[in-house]
């Protein structure tokens, strides 16, 4: 059996809304396994000034660099629970250093493509797609070389559309990137989107890494997230995206959780999918 390590990144430097900086210790409370926990320094005065476009930036890369470090020195197969989505830019660097060339699978209601000069909030988490994929120099000081193929970029369950997405849109479309929507879920059946997801992730490199957005469930079923988009995926979809990873487990590298906000998590129902989720791919 592959050893498994939890990496508990816990932060919310990346968004204005605080919270999901408590997600990971939360979800690992549940799941008895062996984990690292990195919580942000409880001293840092978040910025919450949105006159500035590159918020916490110094803040966001240490937090990254350390988080980076530790996922690439483990041989473990590593799963890396938010935080706040910025943390991806670690997790995905540090797997791809590892495993040279892996395509990319962004399960999430946002592109997270913004660059420094698109972003209207300056909020970190909008951004680190783009990064992955190569833009963005200045939020990956650790990663100068080697990045994600926008060729072998597939995002999953997009619906964010409003106005103020012209430009990211614009970006990710300059980019390459394959972009399915919530949509194209509900039209094509989760199944064949993973499918197609899949064979674009899959084309020429040696697995894939997949990083899971919470907001991509409906927020009336999943609430403890930071940014929720209404008509969402359902539990059931949710379930069968997590079917089809199992299925298809030898291309999985690494894998992240992310988003987890616990505090506008009313019931625990959050959670409890994070948790279940987890307990999935690990099973
Ligand atoms: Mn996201």
């Given at each position: 059996m592959k050893k498994i390590l939890l990496i508990g990144a816990g932060s919310d430097l990346g968004v204005d809304k605080d919270g999901t900086s408590l997600g990971p210790k939360e979800i690992l409370k549940n799941l008895k396994m062996e984990n690292v926990l990195f919580e942000q320094d409880k001293d840092i005065k978040k910025s919450h000034d949105s006159s500035d476009l590159r918020k916490n930036l110094k803040e966001v890369n240490d937090f990254n660099k350390k988080v980076y470090d530790k996922i690439k020195e483990e041989n473990a197969f590593c799963i890396t629970l938010g935080?706040?989505?910025?943390i991806a830019i670690a997790s995905g660097f540090a797997s791809l250093e590892k495993h040279k060339n892996l395509g990319l699978i962004w399960i999430d209601?946002?592109?997270?493509?913004?660059?420094f000069k698109t972003t209207i909030t300056g909020n970190m988490h909008g951004l680190p797609l783009a990064t992955l994929n190569g833009l963005n120099e200045d939020l990956r000081p650790f990663q100068k070389n080697n990045f994600f193929n926008p060729k072998n970029t597939v995002v999953v369950g997009y619906r964010a559309f409003e106005d103020n997405a012209k430009d990211e849109i614009e970006n990710i479309k300059t980019m390459g990137v394959t972009v399915y929507t919530t949509n194209d879920i509900k039209e094509l059946g989760v199944h064949k989107v993973m499918e197609m997801a899949y064979k674009i992730a899959t084309n020429n490199t040696d697995g894939i890494h997949i990083s899971f957005d919470l907001d991509v469930i409906d927020p009336l079923i999943a609430t403890g997230v930071s940014v929720p988009e209404s008509n969402g995926i359902t539990l059931e979809e949710t379930g069968d995206i997590l079917e089809f990873i199992k299925y298809h487990e030898d291309k999985l590298k690494s894998f992240d959780l992310v988003e987890y906000n616990p505090l506008n998590d009313k019931d625990k129902k959050t959670l409890n999918i994070a948790t279940n989720i987890i307990k999935k791919i690990v099973e």
């Open positions: 935080g706040d989505h910025t209601a946002h592109l997270d493509y913004n660059t």
